[in-house]
């Protein structure tokens, strides 16, 4: 249920958090976000990229996250997507089986107007 906290941020981070949560409820979350931020917020995400979250041999994943799913949500409710990377940081660009980048960034901002699309 939504809920406001009568307060508005600038940064909101859902590292390595967002495949705990039941894709049912991704509106339920942008929506508190989108509540919560004002025009030039930032969000970032950190999930599983795509190819790891395939490979279900190494680490169980309790909520696939398509990234595609997110980049629209998160448009839905006024964000732009502005970056989305693979991250070659995290232990040294951890690979999965597939050889490629075992987590990806994304980085949402409030856009000025809700007419994202």
Do not use: W
Request: with cysteine; charged share 25%; proline share 5%.
């Amino acid at each position: 249920e939504p809920f406001d906290l009568d307060r508005r941020y600038d940064l909101f981070m859902l590292a390595d958090s967002l495949e705990h949560i039941m894709t049912k409820r991704y509106a339920c979350l942008f929506d508190n976000i989108a509540r919560h931020s004002r025009p030039g917020s930032f969000v970032y995400i950190h999930i599983p990229a795509p190819e790891t979250q395939l490979d279900t041999r190494t680490q169980f994943f309790e909520n696939v996250v398509p990234p595609h799913v997110v980049v629209y949500g998160m448009a839905t409710f006024g964000f732009e997507l502005f970056l989305y990377q693979q991250d070659r940081e995290t232990r040294k660009g951890m690979k999965n089986r597939r050889g490629t980048c075992k987590f990806v960034h994304l980085v949402f901002v409030k856009a000025a107007t809700s007419a994202v699309f």
